[in-house]
Structure formats: structure tokens, C-alpha cells
């Protein structure tokens, strides 16, 4: 394995990407300890284990396969991939501003807090699923890394679809979030309609 400088900035880019998920996981976690004391709870999630497995099998993925496979590296194909990491992460952090006290990486029974429905939450119901879906499939192609990104796709699809069902389940239950959301798409806004 060779360690050419687009290597070596790749690597950096999934430190950076794995510092991020720390720095999620510090805010989720004092979210937390403020919503018990307010005695909302985390719902039960039996795949959340298994999101933080694909999560970090992403990155360690991504990394072996670019380096042990001598996967190259391809400019346009990095660029495209880059800014679609970039903005799935402007994506996630503006969720994160929005939601306030109700973001955690848990399901957390925050309704009681009120209905969420103002920044990217006018437009779709699952916002976040959306941001991580898209980082987590191009992350690996900023250094063509397609095996990863193909099969962290299909396991991150697998995961979501459990989890989305659980919150899904939750959110549905609320008479004020069925009518202040449940009109709205779960991950691609609508387009405008001609006058």
C-alpha cells in the first residue's frame, strides 16, 4: 500500500468524519441528561447497535478498501463525492439547529416538547435520514472506495428502514404530529406545482 498524498487526505477527511460522530454523540448525550429531567425518555431500539456497527463499518471500510485495494483516485469522481459529504453535513447540522432539545442519536419521546415542523422539517419528515444516508454512501467514493459505498448503502437501507419504523411508530401515535407532518414526503421534498 502506497501513501500518496490523496490517501492521506482521504484518511484525514474519515478522522474528521469520526471526530464529527464524537462530537454528535457528546451533544446527543447532554441532550439526554436535560430531557430526563423533564422525564422524557429514549424509546426502545433494538437495531441502534447495529446503526453504530454500519455506522463505523463505513469508515474503517472505507479506509481499508482505499488503501488495501489500491482503489485510485479520481478526481471528478472525489469532487462529486466531497460535495455531497459537505452538504449532507450542512444537511445534518442545520437538523441538529433545528430540532434543539429534541435531537439526540436516540429516539427519544420528546413530543411533549412541541411539533418540530420549520427548516428542512417543511419539506420532509426524515431530514436527518436523509443527510447521513447520502454521507455515508459518497464518503467512500471520494477515494473510490465502490465496494463500501454499494454495500454500506444496502446495510445502512436495512438499518433505517427498522429504525425509521420504531420512530415512526412513535411520532404517528401524536394527533398534533399526524396533522402538523404526516401530509408531508419522508425523504424528497415535493416540487413546486405550476400555477
Not at 108 to 123: E, T
Not at 166 to 172: A, N, P, Q, S, V
Request: contains cysteine.
Amino acid at each position: 500500500m502506497e501513501l500518496t498524498l490523496p490517501l492521506l487526505l482521504f484518511y484525514a477527511l474519515l478522522v474528521s468524519v469520526g471526530v464529527l460522530r464524537l462530537v454528535e454523540l457528546r451533544i446527543s448525550q447532554h441532550r439526554r441528561r436535560i430531557l430526563a429531567t423533564r422525564h422524557i425518555a429514549a424509546v426502545t431500539e433494538p437495531y441502534f447497535a447495529a446503526m453504530v456497527i454500519v455506522h463505523a463499518g463505513i469508515l474503517v471500510g472505507a479506509a481499508a478498501e482505499a488503501g488495501l485495494a489500491s482503489r485510485p483516485f479520481i478526481p471528478a469522481l472525489a469532487a462529486a463525492a466531497l460535495l455531497l459529504t459537505i452538504a449532507a453535513n450542512a444537511l445534518r447540522w442545520w437538523v441538529i439547529a433545528t430540532l434543539g432539545a429534541h435531537w439526540n442519536v436516540r429516539i427519544m419521546a420528546s413530543l411533549p416538547l412541541g411539533i418540530v415542523s420549520d427548516g428542512p422539517y417543511r419539506f420532509i419528515r426524515h431530514p436527518n435520514y436523509v443527510a447521513v444516508f447520502v454521507e455515508l454512501c459518497a464518503l467512500p467514493l471520494v477515494h473510490s472506495a465502490w465496494i463500501t459505498s454499494a454495500a454500506g448503502a444496502v446495510a445502512h437501507a436495512w438499518v433505517l428502514h427498522h429504525r425509521i419504523r420504531t420512530e415512526d411508530t412513535m411520532l404517528l401515535a401524536s394527533p398534533a404530529y399526524r396533522t402538523a407532518m404526516a401530509g408531508k414526503p419522508r425523504f424528497v421534498p415535493r416540487l413546486p406545482r405550476r400555477i
